[in-house]
């Protein structure tokens, strides 16, 4: 099977064939008649994620974010970069192909990326609104609690809060990766918790001037709102993991793999 045999089953399969004119889901490397020996999911292809590939003999990676750190993968400025060329010769060493799902995976019949961190957590049933992935109805517990229920499904050591830790909480928000920036509005994450009467708000990546600062006015103005920032990486990379699981039936028996990009931090 080729690279653009496994795409296009990919898009059938998520979004009816519908290919975006404009889109982030390109190859970052390699080429769409490579024929296909093993495939590996991941939230990024970091040099880790491509040396575990290799040591799998998979030279197709799926990545959800970039290859080349920014957003379209443009190349153009890292020509004499160290870290571009050393990463560019790994890849090419070993004749690894590396694809963006990104917008398409979003844009799904239902949003991947959510569904994934939605069975880790096993919140299927919590759902608020069938129509949304964005609100759940959680049994009463405190932020706290509900922390460390994230720190030990995600697999982190530590996780940050804003607000009351002791607070008691049961409607939780969550905007996945970029999403608690906004979506193109930074007041969405704001209107949504208003809107939606939501004690919590669990977020990827934050902004600390726009729903940082509204959490934190909240609670110091005695308002029950609370915020659990567990990042891009921590929010988004169980929807590539659970992507293995529905991948592999689609692509005839070709070794369909999960390696974990991990976060990117360090805490001292």
Same mark, same amino acid.
């Given at each position: 099977m080729?690279v653009?045999?496994?795409?296009?089953?990919?898009l059938?399969?998520?979004c009816g064939?519908k290919?975006?004119?404009?889109?982030c889901?390109?190859l970052?490397?390699?080429?769409?008649?490579m024929e296909v020996k093993?495939?590996?999911?991941?939230?990024?292809?970091t040099?880790?994620v491509?040396?575990?590939a290799?040591?799998l003999?998979?030279n197709?990676?799926?990545t959800?974010?970039?290859?080349?750190?920014?957003?379209?993968?443009h190349t153009?400025?890292?020509t004499?970069d160290a870290v571009?060329?050393?990463k560019k010769?790994?890849?090419?060493?070993h004749q690894i192909?590396?694809w963006?799902f990104?917008?398409? $995976?979003?844009?799904?019949?239902? #949003?991947?990326?959510?569904? *994934?961190?939605i069975? /880790?957590?096993e919140?299927? +049933?919590?759902k608020?609104d069938?129509?949304?992935?964005w609100v759940?109805e959680?049994?009463?517990?405190t932020?706290?609690?509900?922390?460390?229920y994230?720190k030990?499904?995600?697999g982190m050591?530590?996780i940050r809060v804003?607000g009351?830790?002791e607070m008691?909480?049961?409607?939780?928000g969550?905007?996945v990766?970029g999403?608690s920036?906004?979506?193109?509005?930074e007041?969405?994450p704001?209107?949504? $918790?208003?809107?939606?009467?939501? #004690?919590?708000m669990?977020? *990827?990546e934050i902004? /600390?001037?726009?729903?940082? +600062?509204y959490?934190?006015?909240?609670?110091?103005?005695?308002l029950?709102?609370?915020?659990?920032v567990?990042?891009h990486?921590r929010s988004?990379?169980?929807?590539?993991?659970?992507m293995?699981?529905?991948?592999?039936?689609l692509?005839?028996?070709?070794p369909v793999?999960?390696?974990?990009a991990k976060?990117?931090?360090h805490?001292?």
């Open positions: 080729k653009q045999e496994v795409i296009d089953r990919i059938l399969d998520c064939g290919k975006l004119e404009e889109t889901d390109v970052a490397s390699g080429h769409m008649e093993g495939i590996v999911t991941t939230f990024m292809a040099a880790d491509i040396k575990e290799i040591a003999g998979a197709l990676i799926i959800h974010e970039p290859t080349y750190f920014t957003g379209k993968d153009d400025w890292l004499e571009y060329v050393e010769k790994l890849i090419d060493e192909t590396i963006r990104h917008d398409h $995976m979003h844009m799904a019949d239902t #949003d991947r990326i959510y569904d *994934g961190l069975k /880790e957590l919140w299927d +049933a919590f608020a069938a129509n949304s992935p759940y959680l049994e009463s517990t932020v706290k609690e509900l922390a460390q994230l030990n499904k995600l050591k530590t804003v009351n830790p008691s909480c049961s409607r939780v969550i905007l990766g999403g920036l906004g979506l193109g509005r007041q969405m704001m209107e949504l $918790m208003n809107e939606k009467n939501l #004690d919590v669990l977020c *990827g902004t /600390e001037w726009t729903l940082c +600062a959490v934190n006015d909240a609670a110091m103005l005695g029950k709102k609370a915020m659990i567990i990042g990486e988004e990379e169980w929807g590539m993991k659970h293995a699981d529905w991948l592999s039936p692509v005839e028996g070709v793999s999960f390696v974990d976060e990117p931090f805490y001292v």
